[in-house]
């Protein structure tokens, strides 16, 4: 495990390296359990001034959670949400972490220079600066696995432009740096040639005073156009399909405007867990209005609910694991959830709720 995350102090920075390359950086609950008591250590800390957080090798800063590890656990991961079961809960380990990079009071600087999924968007966009380079590719894909997009989805995707974070969440569409900078998810984008320096000039930057502003003068002494982004053409065909309160609304829609486009993302959506894809969009319409640790006490609920449920385990079966790519869901059809089944998702736990003590 000490070498699945490395640590570093580069003068008044830290630096953590997410150290498995040929996993994408996929996150561990070693992993958690290990940042997690330094981010306190980082916040008490008077001559510790920012945190870069990077991802090695050249391919991905963090491809997600490792939810392989979820599915060989199998039933025992759900007992472990329910139980708090210390050796085997690795949401409850991870949404504490996230929770503590959101409310970290010092820049917390993510290099997103490749690949980053789930987990790596918890990592990187509860911080206050998420840096792409060329090689950036994010998405939230977990509807295709049978789950939903966990780790604060329902805060920060609900609060993308328009209906944009709706898309995203039940399409698990890719997006680059550009569209990244234009749904908020990205702050800055740098040329990946560039990371090392940038790396080097945060930790020479003369510390003094509001920290947010050094770092923001040193990242945008690196800022680079990332060039135009594909989203804010098709913001007036998302907003008019996605503004519905219901799956089905939203394919109706879809399939009315037709065109490339939107042919693509109602497949897209037709892929997904029929169970994901409503408790989905009730998380994305609740989340909007929720302040995030509330968010987060939600989502933790529903993350219970979900390893409780065969959609999760048939998801990563068939996506990851056998790799066949036909994931037989239960139920298989869209009218087969009803409003009692999604609401079912939001219930208060019948064990240990999510706390931040």
């Known amino acids: 495990m000490t070498d699945e995350i490395l640590f570093d102090r580069e003068g008044p920075i830290a630096i953590v390296t997410l ?6 950086n996929a996150l561990t609950l070693g992993m958690c359990r290990a940042l997690l008591p330094k ?8 001559y510790l001034h920012a945190v870069v957080v990077r991802g090695a090798g050249d391919r991905a800063f963090c491809a997600g959670g490792d939810i392989r590890a ?7 991961a759900a007992k472990a949400a329910l139980t708090g079961d210390p050796e085997a809960d690795f949401f409850r380990t991870e949404y504490r972490l996230n929770h503590a990079i959101h409310h970290f009071p010092k820049p917390w ?29 994010c998405a939230m894909p977990e509807c295709g696995i049978g789950l939903f997009p966990d780790i604060g989805g329902g805060w920060f995707l609900s609060r993308c432009p328009g209906e944009t974070g709706t898309y995203l969440a039940l399409t698990g569409a890719r997006l680059h740096a ?5 749904t908020r998810l990205a ?3 740098v040329a990946s040639a560039r990371i090392d320096d940038l790396v080097a000039a945060l930790a020479d930057a003369a510390w003094i005073g509001n920290g947010g502003l050094v770092a923001e003068s040193v990242l945008q002494d690196f800022a680079a156009d990332p060039g135009a982004a594909a989203l804010p053409p098709l913001r007036p065909v998302i907003d008019a399909c996605f503004r519905h309160d219901t799956v089905e609304e939203i394919l109706a829609a879809l399939d009315a405007e037709g065109g490339d486009w939107a042919t693509a993302a109602a497949a897209q959506i037709r892929a997904g867990s029929p169970t994901s894809l409503k408790v989905t969009l009730r998380q994305m319409r609740q989340g909007k209005t929720m302040p995030y640790d509330a968010v987060a006490a939600m989502e933790f609920r529903m993350v219970h609910r979900f390893l409780s449920a065969p959609d999760v385990f048939e998801g990563i079966r068939a996506q990851l694991v056998d790799k066949t790519r036909d994931p037989k869901w239960r139920p298989a059809m869209l009218d087969a959830v009803d409003e009692a089944d999604v609401a079912a998702y939001f219930q208060p736990l019948p064990g240990p709720e999510l706390t931040f003590d």
């Open 39 to 46: 981010i306190a250590e980082w916040t008490d800390d008077p």
């Open 19 to 24: 150290n498995r390359p040929k996993a994408l």
């Open 178 to 182: 550009a569209d990244l900078l234009y």
């Open 70 to 76: 979820v599915y060989d656990l199998g039933p025992a």
């Open 187 to 189: 702050t800055h984008h």
């Open 109 to 137: 600087i993510a290099l997103l220079d490749g690949v980053t999924m789930g987990g790596g968007l918890g990592l990187s966009v509860h911080g206050s600066h998420r840096v792409t380079t060329e090689k950036a590719m």
